[in-house]
């Protein structure tokens, strides 16, 4: 099946250090990747939307400087967050969605700490 | 409106009890829909999609309504192991969005 490793699963940073979060589809194309964030005992809420080779969409909020992301790739969206403050600290998801289908696959996760 | 809206529970059913969750989008041209399933500190993993004929996995049916613009799941015969946050997944949202409903707790006791 079609599988999506983001790396890293775990990082602590010291408050105003950027740390960057890589979202890769191993074996397959994806046109489309959603970046998601699930503050604790709360729903995932989704920031953007990314788009291979154009600018991501940020839902309403999100603050496109200081999450950053790049999917210069069929196969990889990277988000940065910038400046990284204690609030920051939240669960981040990926998404990708195969190229010719809808069905979404995600990444395991990455749980930033931010100290 | 919230494009997707979930109860969000928590369901406190016993074990053996059948339990049903909807799931209402706003958007009557979303394309594809989906029941998620997240367990504590993990991703969601897919459970099944929904199709408009309805579909049926072992326990678990879901259903789409396309005339009320809803979808369930409905597990039957609950387990343990069912304990969970399930997230209704709507895919071609206004913006073309993964959409997902805050998601509905059920937690299936002894």
């Known amino acids: 099946g079609a599988v999506v490793s983001q790396h890293p699963s775990r990082v602590i940073c010291k408050s105003g250090t950027s740390v960057k979060i890589e979202c890769r589809s191993l074996?397959?194309?994806?046109?489309?990747m959603f970046w998601y964030r699930q503050f604790p005992k709360q729903s995932l809420m989704l920031m953007a939307t990314s788009n291979e080779g154009s600018k991501a969409t940020y839902e309403q909020g999100v603050e496109k400087d200081k999450f950053l992301i790049n999917h210069a790739s069929l196969t990889l969206s990277t988000l940065t967050v910038t400046s990284a403050h204690p609030e920051d600290s939240s669960f981040y998801i990926c998404s990708a969605v195969r190229q010719g289908y809808t069905e979404a696959f995600f990444g395991q996760g990455t749980r930033l700490t931010v100290v | 409106r919230k494009e997707v809206e979930q109860d969000p529970g928590p369901f406190n059913v016993p074990e053996g009890a059948t339990v049903a969750f909807n799931c209402t989008y706003s958007?009557?041209?979303?394309?594809?829909f989906f029941w998620y399933r997240q367990d504590c500190r993990k991703e969601p993993k897919l459970l099944m999609s929904?199709?408009?004929s309805g579909n049926e996995d072992g326990r678990f049916t879901a259903q789409l309504n396309r005339a009320s613009q809803y979808i369930s799941l409905l597990i039957r015969d609950s387990k343990l192991s069912d304990s969970a946050t399930y997230l209704c997944l709507n895919y071609g949202g206004s913006q073309g969005n993964l959409i997902f409903g805050k998601g509905t707790k059920l937690s299936v006791k002894p």
């Open positions: 929904v199709y408009s």
């Open positions: 958007n009557s041209a979303s394309q594809s």
């Open positions: 074996d397959f194309q994806a046109t489309t």
